[in-house]
Every structure is written in structure tokens, then in C-alpha cells.
């Protein structure tokens, strides 16, 4: 889709939420990205230009802004990773909660496990 990874992430996050009926704010972007707000006005800038997002008042608190997905970027999303996705669903769907409960757990432990350890003898600002 010719984006970066924060652009495709804040894309498929939207998509997800969309599917579940919520709503997303820039600050659910920018937690779900875990990026400062500034980079998150920088990203939603930047997809909104290129025609992927919009930016609309909430349904329920006109003092608060949603970001939604374009038709066209919704449409070009399925495009390209719609059949991935679907496959990735019904792999999913073989296994219990259990099983995915465990798998999740798994995932969290590798991912802790191979992140550096901050380095004692660094200065923290560093």
C-alpha cells in the first residue's frame, strides 16, 4: 500500500474497531501505536492528505474528534490484505480460547525475553 508501518498499523487498527462498532480517537491511535501525540497529529495529517482518513466530529460529544477510514481506503485495505486476513481468521478459529490464551501468553514471554535489558552502566537519558 506503498505506507509505513505506523501508517498500515493506525489502517488495520482502524478496521478492527470499525468491525466491532467502536469509535477511535487520535489518542486511541496514539496509545495503540504507543506514540506521542505530536507524531500522532503528524501520521493522521499525513493519511488524511492521502485520502485515507477523516476526521469527523464524535455521534455523542461534539467537543471530541473520530478518525475514520475512507471508502477508498477501506476498498484498497481488502485489497491488498483482505484474503490474508481471512486466512489468518479461519487458522484462528481452530483453536480453543484456551489454547489462544496460552499462545497469547507465549507470545508476551518471547517478546520480553528477547528485548534488551536497559544497560546498568548507561546513563538513563541516553
Known sequence: MDMNASDLAALRMLIVREQRGHWVSPHDIASHL???TASTTKLLDRLTRS???ERRPHPHDRRARVVVLSEAARTEFYRHLGARMT???VAAESYSDDELRAIVRFLGD???A???A???NRPADE
Request: no cysteine; hydrophobic share 40%.
Open 118 to 120: 536497559p544497560d546498568a
Open 110 to 112: 518471547m517478546e520480553e
Open 87 to 89: 486466512k489468518m481468521r
Open 34 to 36: 504507543a506514540i506521542s
Open 51 to 53: 485520502g485515507h482518513l
Open 114 to 116: 528477547l528485548t534488551p
